[in-house]
């Protein structure tokens, strides 16, 4: 089978600067089509400096596909739209499917405004090798689970696929499609990956915590930790890396694997970072933890602090206490990791004060933040609490808007405080400025 994959255009942002990053979903969709030894192309306009959707003749007038495999952001909706128009055009009888994570909270929405065939709701590792082979001998879809399709004007939804119990289950994402040295070149990717050749792995996928503002959850899952060490092997060979930045929401949940990880990125002598939250940096033997993890490479580490106020903590379900932000905080800067927290303003419970406590956490501590306002999530409490509070009225719009949030520094999605608009955009203007500019790295 051939299929053309197609990563689309999205504006994402950071510190106002384009921020282009392989995207790990289509690399993992690509793996798995490779698997059943199908055949496939990219067309990749995330690495365009605007969406020129004639890309797509390049690859349509070339080549007949049997599918068009389309992945999804939350931001792309309207440019996927235009995508997928464009393509009916020139080429109606070629089935588009798309896929990827707001599919799993807005299935139907997505399908009905883009315009494609068959959305893929979920992981698809197990709904790929049932439904592309199906879509190409024309066959009933409707024993398919985990799908959302068209028929007759209709839209039809199978019965749900559970999540994969194992990520064993899953391959690795391949991400020999993409023109990777044009990503190394990205300024927001020099600066996350401290001006090295670096890419995202995922160890895990999920999250056992339900913080409001988030839509993760729903538990974690892992890979075996001798299938990451082989993979570690594999990227670093293969894509000839000097830096890895290990993806899952919370890295170091599990002590025990992380120290494995850890220890085995060690001996590869490549720089890391990962991501995780504050009282998991703070239990007895995370300090240990810590020391290992810089002592084997670990150079940068994400926090997810999000507030340094109690109440909005709490009111927020974050589960954290500011001691144990204190202590992570300390904890790292004794091992001498580069620290970068996630600050968010705007959160339901924010006050005049909360914001001037978050100004003296940033001073306190002296560490990197990365600001943002509040931006509801599809599929988080804070969405179906702005929606029932009115805040949001037209959710395909609220999509079709989203990208202003990087665009505009006085865009406000949603106020869910009793504050005026512009002192949480002040806020956020002000904490903005504290950031590292990716113009500001080195540049070799
Ligand atoms: C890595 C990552 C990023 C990276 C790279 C994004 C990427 N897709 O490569 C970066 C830093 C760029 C990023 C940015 C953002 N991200 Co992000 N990101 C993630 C993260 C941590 C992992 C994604 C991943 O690789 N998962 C593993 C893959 C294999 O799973 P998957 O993506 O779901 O893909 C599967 C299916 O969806 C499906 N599928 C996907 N594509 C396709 C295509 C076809 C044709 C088919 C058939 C199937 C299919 O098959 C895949 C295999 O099962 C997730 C959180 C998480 N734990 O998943 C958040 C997450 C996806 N991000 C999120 C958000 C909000 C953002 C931002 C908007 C953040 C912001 N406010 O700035 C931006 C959006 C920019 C953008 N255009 O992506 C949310 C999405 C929320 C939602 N309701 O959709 C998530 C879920 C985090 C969260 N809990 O809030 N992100
Ligand atoms: S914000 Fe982080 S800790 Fe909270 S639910 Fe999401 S992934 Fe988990």
Redesign the pocket.
């Known amino acids: 089978m051939k299929i053309l994959?197609?990563n689309p255009f999205?504006?994402?942002?950071?510190a106002g600067v384009p921020?282009k990053?392989?995207?790990?979903?289509?690399?993992?969709?690509y793996a798995?089509i490779k698997q059943a030894e199908n055949e496939a192309d990219l067309c990749d306009f995330?690495i365009l400096d605007e969406p020129d959707l004639k890309l797509i003749d390049h690859y349509l007038d070339q080549k007949r596909y049997d599918i068009i495999?389309?992945?999804?952001?939350?931001?792309?909706l309207e440019h996927v739209s235009q995508l997928i128009t464009y393509i009916k055009e020139k080429n109606a009888n070629t089935p588009i499917?798309?896929?990827?994570?707001?599919?799993?909270?807005?299935p139907e929405l997505w399908l009905r405004e883009t315009g494609a065939d068959?959305?893929?709701i979920?992981?698809?590792?197990l709904?790929?090798p049932e439904?592309?082979p199906a879509i190409k001998s024309q066959s009933d879809l409707r024993n398919i689970k985990g799908i959302i399709y068209r028929s007759n004007g209709q839209f039809i939804r199978t019965q749900s696929r559970p999540r994969?119990k194992q990520l064993d289950q899953?391959p690795f994402?391949d991400y020999s499609l993409y023109d990777l040295e044009a990503y190394f070149r990205n300024p927001n990717f020099r600066w996350?990956f401290n001006d090295k050749r670096g890419l995202?792995l995922?160890s895990?996928?999920?999250?056992p915590y339900r913080c409001a503002?988030?839509?993760?959850?729903g538990g974690i899952r892992t890979y075996k930790t001798n299938q990451i060490i082989l993979e570690i092997k594999l990227m670093i060979e293969r894509y000839k890396l000097e830096s890895i930045f290990v993806?899952?929401?919370i890295f170091t949940y599990n002590q025990e694997r992380a120290r494995a990880i850890s220890e085995f990125l060690g001996e590869t002598g490549i720089s890391w970072a990962c991501?995780t939250r504050p009282n998991l940096l703070c239990r007895k033997g995370d300090k240990q933890l810590i020391e290992l993890m810089a002592a084997n490479g670990c150079e940068t580490i994400m926090i997810g602090v999000e507030s340094y106020n109690q109440k909005v903590l709490d009111l927020n379900l974050k589960d954290v206490r500011i001691s144990e932000i204190d202590q992570a905080i300390e904890n790292c800067q004794a091992s001498g990791l580069r620290i970068i927290t996630f600050i968010i303003f705007g959160l339901p419970g924010e006050t005049e004060e909360s914001i001037k406590r978050n100004f003296e956490f940033i001073k306190k501590h002296e560490v990197e933040i990365s600001a943002?306002i509040l931006?509801p999530?599809?599929?988080?409490k804070i969405?179906d609490d702005a929606i029932k509070q009115g805040g949001i009225l037209d959710e395909v719009q609220y999509l079709k808007d989203?990208h202003f949030?990087?665009d505009r520094e006085d865009y406000l999605p949603v106020n869910m405080t009793e504050l005026p608009d512009e002192m949480i955009i002040q806020a956020n203007i002000e904490a903005g400025k504290l950031r590292t500019k990716p113009t500001n790295i080195r540049h070799s």
Request: proline share 6%; aromatic share 12%.
């Open positions: 994959l197609i999205s504006s994402f942002k950071s921020f990053l392989p995207n790990t979903s289509l690399a993992t969709v798995i995330q495999g389309i992945t999804v952001s939350i931001d792309v499917i798309i896929g990827g994570p707001p599919l799993l909270y807005q068959v959305a893929v979920g992981e698809a590792e709904t790929i439904l592309f994969l899953s994402p996350l995202y995922m895990s996928r999920g999250c503002y988030c839509c993760s959850g993806r899952d929401d991501m943002n931006q999530l599809p599929g988080s969405y989203f949030f990087w």
